[in-house]
Each structure stands twice: as C-alpha cells, then as structure tokens.
C-alpha cells in the first residue's frame, strides 16, 4: 500500500477505507472522486431525490451509450430512460459498470477463505448512505465502479485486475437533474491490489 | 425471414411476433425457449413469488458467475443473492446480459428514423406480463436476453448483430425458487436480423 501521508487537497474530503457517504447534487453540479493514492476503486450509485424509485440503470446506460467503456462524455442513465449524470472529467480510463457492489455475500460466495466472517462492504455503506433518503436496499443495483479494472476476455470470461488508476487520478460526473448520491471507498481487499485505502471527493456547486 | 408454417412442436406454445406472457414457476420446472424460424430474440426476466421486490439482477450474476456469457450451469441470481435459474440447456451459445429489454425510449432514443412513432417492445410486453403479479414498471431491469447476440470489442463499444440461432434452437432454464416470469418474442427489428418473429416456449413441470 502507498501510504497516505497527506490531507485531502484543497476542498476535498476524504472517505476513510471501506466507507461510505452521501452526496446531495442539484443539476450542473460536479461531483469530483479523486483517488489519492492510486490503486483504489470508489463505488458510485445515485436516484432521483424527486422520486427515488428512478434509479441509476447499468443495463439503459450500457444500450443508450452503446458501450461497456464509461469515459468523458458518457452519459448515466436511469431506469426511466433520462439522463442522470454527465462524465465531464476522468484522468484513469478504467471503470466498471456491470458488477453489483461488493456486499457480504460477495464474500460470503467468492471468497470462502474468509469463512463467513462480517466484512464491510460497498453495498452495506451505500444502505447506510442512501437507506436514510428513502433508498430502499433491493433497489441498489449495478454501481458504476469507478477506477475497478474489469475486462470480459473472447471466451466472456471476467477478469478484475488491480486498478490502473494512478495517486491523483480524477473521476467527475456533473448532475443532470436532483440526486442523491451514494459514493465508497471500496471494501474488497480483491478488487484494490490487495488493501483498502481511502478516497477523496469534492462537489463543484453549480455557477460557483 | 424465413416462413413459419409449421405449429409449434408438441407441448409448445407460440408467442406471436412482438408479444410477451406470463409464466409461473415452480421450484424444479424447467422453462424451455425455442426459437422456431431462427434469427429471434427472447428476452427473459423473473421475481421470486413469494416477494416481487426480489428481482432478478444481471450485476450480482455476472459477478457470482464470473462472465457475461450465460450458458448451460450458469445460475441466474436475486437482487438478495439467491440463484434464481439454472441454465439446464443450451443449443445455442449465443445470448446477452448486459442490456435492458427494448423499450418506447429504446426506439425514440436510438432509431430517430421512426420519428418517435409508437412501437411495440419487450419492456411494454414484459410490464402486461408482470404488472398484474405486483411488478412494478420501475422494477423490470436488465433482462436475460436469449439468443440476442451482443458482444463488447477491446474499446468496450458494443455490436448488436444478427442472432447467432437456427431454427429449432432451445434454451432451458429450471427455477430454483417460486417464480413469476415474463417472456418475450423481441419487438427490435434491428436486433432481429431486420423481422420479428415468433418465439416458442414449454414448460416442463418438476417431477413430470
């Protein structure tokens, strides 16, 4: 693990590894995840506030933006069919949108050698997170694993490799209508070249 | 496209192009899908009976299964991680998790030719399948997409081509729990090969 010797930049906070938090967006606003020392992916989920049943959709972004590869200019789209959120901004090129978040049967199933042991999880902190805006948690599907290094080979077949993000790596989505946000630090030691780390993030107010 | 004169085999029945329906599992019944001219998509989705809001989830069972490509033993998981489905059979080899059924906004949004013109789609015909059983439209989220043939190349853009089936292809799912499912006969031309055609299906009781 690269140490984390620094405070956040200027403006950012930071999320403690295998945290969670949510973010209130008013559309233009820009929600920055920074990562501040490379090698860590940070789990985005997000519903309308004006109705939360309207939801982030994997399946109506991957078919509207005709894409697995989500990058500058990829719009995020909810299970009604509008967009929610714009990419604006992403120094790393590498994210995942197929994967649910890690959750305690992640573990439970793919990870047997933990035996069942209680293990912080994106899922559970964006329950914590979004639960109290009236998110309910069958509703938190496919995240938008930001700097998760996940490639399907010829055969289909998944590989989920350490992230190539690098310390500083930049990811922002400006909100395209009210949302509430769900954002980790995620929790599967796996999917972040062996150990948790933090990451940092700052919101951008529209016209500021 | 080729002509379909025949009835469906015995035991079948046929969906008419554009059209879905309702089926009801039991624990051990096994769904059969067949695609009787070639060329033909069939969107599948499902709920547990017992409660709706538990759902079938394309993310959790591409991560527990570890591909997107779902084949004979590949399980369908819940929302809850729980299989869902069995696949028990599989001529075909060819078939798409990653997309949401097409839907009205699936051909304002991606075939402006059609001028915004009302048109028939899986997810209408999913909602009349399962909104009767206490689905909600909101609720219906990345269907297991039989036969359709999507495939990501290395930049992660998508290509939707013709599907890979011939006449008489078969895909069978066994239920692993009580379940409300909703299929389809693929409304989307262009997903196709250019005609929407019947989709035949049959349903083998556990135990018969």
């Known amino acids: 693990m690269t140490s984390v010797t620094t405070d ?18 008013a559309p233009g606003d820009v929600l920055t995840l920074l990562d501040p020392t490379g090698v860590q992916v940070s789990d985005l989920y997000c519903v309308s506030a004006d109705d939360v049943a309207e939801r982030l959709s994997s399946g ?30 992403d120094t790393c090129g590498s994210h995942d ?7 305690q049967q ?3 199933i793919l990870y047997p050698d933990l035996e069942g042991a209680e293990h912080p999880s994106c899922f559970a902190n964006l329950v914590g997170a979004l ?4 998110v309910r948690r069958d509703d938190i599907g496919t995240t938008l694993n930001v700097f998760m ?3 399907p080979d010829e055969s289909g077949e998944l590989h989920i490799d350490p992230p190539k993000s690098v310390a500083g790596d930049r990811f ?3 909100a395209e209508m009210d949302l ?29």
């Not at 956040?8 to 967006?25: E, I, K, M, N, Y």
């Not at 949108?97 to 959750?103: A, I, Q, R, Y």
């Not at 639960?131 to 009236?134: D, Q, Y």
């Open 8 to 25: 956040p930049a200027d403006g950012f906070s930071r999320l403690a590894p295998q945290t969670g938090t949510h973010v209130r967006l």
């Open 60 to 89: 109506r972004s991957i078919d509207f933006e005709n894409t697995i590869s989500f990058t500058t200019g990829s719009r995020l789209w909810s299970n009604r069919s509008r967009p929610m959120m714009t990419v604006v901004e």
């Open 97 to 103: 949108f197929l994967l649910t978040p890690c959750s």
């Open 106 to 108: 992640t573990f439970d």
């Open 131 to 134: 639960e109290p805006h009236g």
């Open 149 to 151: 290094n996940v490639w």
């Open 172 to 174: 922002s989505v400006r």
């Open 180 to 208: 509430h946000v769900g954002i980790t630090a995620c929790s599967a030691e796996k999917s972040n070249g062996g150990v948790c780390k933090p990451i940092d993030w700052q919101v951008t107010r529209a016209g500021s």
